[in-house]
């Protein structure tokens, strides 16, 4: 199997009790960002399927994606992960993409398999594309909620983020869903108490498609793929994965990253408040809501409002996070405004290489000083 050479190696398991909260997503985000300013190479990291709808931009760092009547096409990542920070770049169907569904989603495979989904359920023109996400463990779905997006994903590249980590009970051990930097979605692990089963054993690969889905994907199916404007193309960049790939040692891996400190699991006071913003304003559907269906709540749905106990509006994660009330987002919920660091474009991250570098080395430096090397 062809190896991820994009992968960072694990150099916090000397100094993580000695390195702040700052320094520890400093480092996170300047570390990403050099990845996306030098460019990756998607062709190293995703195999392709139905190489005629298919393709690598001729300097490999986009996936173009596309779907005819002929079919869709896929993409699937070389390593297997448990438990990580996941990003991917993604420019959805621009135009009438009615009928179609456009995916970045996690999976094992099996009866009893477990996944991570992000779905763009397609829609006609100047109609807003519904962002739905689902989670699968030990073979159990029906986890669907849906939102509307605060901006235009066929327009530019725009940021999808999993933080996934093993820890502590209820609240902090959790899946969180980002788009562009903002909360959207927690699921916690609640497994203990519930005895529904949470995705904590199985490597998942990372996947990408593009496909048919008008049976169900835009108004319950009532409105139909226009195969005259095919090809759908959806375009796929800037793959960013710091996680572990080894089943047997994933929690000791874990347990030394970044994205499992105690900092990180939770959601702080600002985070919730842009969560339940996205609630407020965008969201459509939620599965914990939906009582017919279910004939009930579901039982972890009782689980998944977050608290901030582990800071407080003093705290540094607090003051250093945006709040809703500042968040250009919020002042007017039909009107977004500019994104959060993490998408900035490829151009902008560039021009600031030379100084993405030398504050990577200040940050090494930092580290290697604290850890006595």
């Known amino acids: 199997m062809k190896r991820n050479r994009h992968l960072i190696p694990s150099v916090w398991s000397r100094t993580l009790p000695e390195v702040g909260l700052v320094t520890l997503l400093a480092a996170a985000i300047v570390i990403w960002s050099a990845n996306v300013a030098l460019g990756e190479d998607m062709s190293a990291l995703f195999a392709l399927s139905s190489p005629g709808r298919s393709t690598f931009t001729t300097d490999n760092q986009e996936v ?8 869709g096409s896929g993409l699937s990542s070389y390593s297997q992960y448990l438990f ?46 519904i962002l739905q ?19 235009d994903p066929t327009l530019d590249f725009h940021n999808y983020t999993i933080l996934w980590n093993p820890q502590q009970v209820v609240l902090p051990k959790h899946y969180r869903f980002y788009v562009d930097g903002v909360p959207i979605r927690v699921y916690p692990n609640v497994e203990a108490a519930t005895g529904v089963p949470y995705l904590k054993s199985q490597l998942m690969y990372a996947m990408g498609t593009i496909w048919d889905g008008d049976s169900w994907a835009t108004e319950g199916g009532r409105v139909k793929i226009d195969w005259d404007n095919a090809p759908f193309i959806a375009s796929y960049r800037d793959y960013f994965a710091d996680a572990c790939t080894d089943n047997d040692a994933s929690t000791t891996c874990a347990m030394a990253k970044w994205w499992s400190q105690p900092q990180l699991q939770a959601l702080d006071d600002s985070l919730i408040g842009q969560l339940d913003w996205v609630k407020k304003n965008y969201m459509v559907y939620d599965y914990c809501n939906d009582y017919a269906r279910f004939n009930g709540t579901p039982p972890e749905c009782a689980y998944t409002r977050p608290t901030s106990i582990l800071y407080n509006t003093n705290s540094s994660l607090s003051s250093s996070a945006p709040s809703p ?23 902008t991250l560039k021009y ?10 200040l940050i090494i430096l930092h580290i290697s000083m604290q850890a006595g090397f």
């Open 84 to 129: 990580g920070y996941f990003n991917m770049r993604v420019k959805m169907i621009p135009g009438n993409s009615a009928g179609t569904v456009t995916t970045f989603y996690f999976t094992s495979f099996g009866d009893a398999h477990d996944e991570l989904d992000f779905e763009f359920l397609g829609n006609v023109t100047g109609q807003p594309i």
């Open 352 to 361: 600031a290489q030379p100084i993405i570098l030398l504050s990577t080395s």
């Open 133 to 151: 996400t689902n989670i699968y463990a030990s073979g159990k779905g029906d986890r669907e909620q849906r939102i509307f997006l605060w901006f």
């Open 64 to 71: 173009l994606l596309g779907l005819n009547q002929e079919g």
């Open 325 to 347: 009330t500042s968040s250009p987002f919020s002042v007017n919920p039909s009107s977004p405004g500019p994104s959060p660091v993490l998408s900035m474009s490829s151009r």
